[in-house]
């Protein structure tokens, strides 16, 4: 017992600073593929309830491929494919050398894509439970589409959508764990690393477990945490 | 006079022009996505036609047809085994014995709060690491393949989430039916059996449809633990030929099958709803 807590402690001979290290990668690269996620998954949500049937069949194309394609591979199809593409790229503009791109950033696109297909659904359904007449009254007080949109709708809809964005972020937390087969040095590369040279591999990989509830917890507090301070701006029935 | 009478031929004739379409914004970037997603898939298309290789088919096809039957029958194989575990989770989650439902809540807590691929490192790793006691215990033969440990935390981990489904199911059927089976005499068990679980499973039917396909994309981690499921056959072509086509045929595959089975749900949905459909 003792003997695990300085395995996974700070002093000498102990993997808690790099594990630590691990953390601070996973919860940067989720928070970073939050925003982009959100962004296109709005996006995609407004086309999707468009009424040109041409932006519904593009929007919903994306959600078709997105959704159905595992997450292990959209991110070996953005990490290859964009290497790919960056290096034909660079032979176009006269430039030979090996260029590797940037796991993180991989990792952030491919994660961003999969959200975003999840999240314009949630987006969608909020949309419906909006009624016609918050659009007609906004026109009708004079509002251009872009005012009403962001004054009118995106407040009401941001608190409808909540719980299912809620869900999806730790649905997002827990897919980063995949990026460690792209050779990101997030939570699980970590103690994976840390297993493999002390041959503790259950010690680590629970405390990588741990972790991810720990993390887990963490964001229900927030999230419920702004639950109830985007109900109390709204109507009270 | 003569001039208000519309003959009926006329009439039928006569019908206001359909409104022009003009070119909205809405409509250019509908227009204009959609001839990226056209671009994207011509390309692909052409792609894959150009970079057909005889040899490359030869060689990698029958082992993508055995990738996709590991796949197939691991996910088919933990799906079930979760189905039969999830029942007792369930139960004890609605249990009124605090004890009992509250070991059901950690364990449902720890598997759906956790990745998947954590789990199925914990198992394969993990308790690959105590190979003596396993050997003492005459369990080492089923924790040492690879399979075998994708299988078990496949199970565990869909149990827990099928748990929760069969829970919210059984909820969702009012106590009134349990009421009035019970003021009809019928024991409780057929009350379950004849009464809660119909009307409980058609709930049920679309988040344990959505659990299978969340399933077939998540099985394709245990290509990281040395399973050659469909994914892992890709990953060793890839390393092999380093031909990019490797991956899309993949993709392809994958889509296929979720695409096969979403439409196969919906189809099964509209099939046993029909006496809801006013």
Redesign the interface.
Known sequence: MEGSIALLGFGEGGWGLSIASGILVTVTLALATLPLGLAIGFFVAL?KQ??????????N?YT??F???????TL??VY??GQ?GVQKIGQLLGYSGAIEINSFIAGMFALGTVFSSYASEVFLSAFRVIPRGQYEGGYAIGLSYGQTMRKIILPQLIRIALPGLGNLW?ILL??T??V??IGLADI?RQT?VA?RVT????LF??T??VI??VL??LSSFVINGIDRWAAKSGAKR | MTDNVISPAAATVRRPPSPPKPW?K??I???V??G??TALIVGLVYYLFRAWDRELVDKYAPTYLSGLWTTISLVLASVIIGAVLSVPVALGRMSKNRIISSIAYFYV??FR???????V??IY??????SKELQAVGLWGFFRDAWYCALLSFALNTAAYQAEILRGAIRSVSVGQWEGAASLGIPKFVTFRKIILPQALIVALRPYGNELILM??????V??ISVYDL?GY??LA?SRTFD?QT??W??II??LL??AL?HLWDWMESRITRHLIR
Do not use: H, N
């Open positions: 086309g468009s009424e040109e049937p041409s932006l519904k069949l593009a929007s194309m078709t491929i959704r159905g394609l595992p997450e292990l591979l070996f199809l290859y494919g790919i730790l827990k897919d764990a995949l460690s087969a699980l994976a297993a041959k503790q591999a259950f990989y629970g990588a477990c991810f509830l887990g917890i | 909205t809405p409509r970037t509908g227009y996505l959609v990226l997603w807590y720890f709060g956790t990745p998947l691929i954590a789990q490192f914990l790793y993990g308790l690959g690491s105590f077939i994309k998540g099985s394709a981690i290509a990281l994914m890709t990953k890839y990019f991956y899309l993949t993709a994958y889509l979720v695409e979403r």
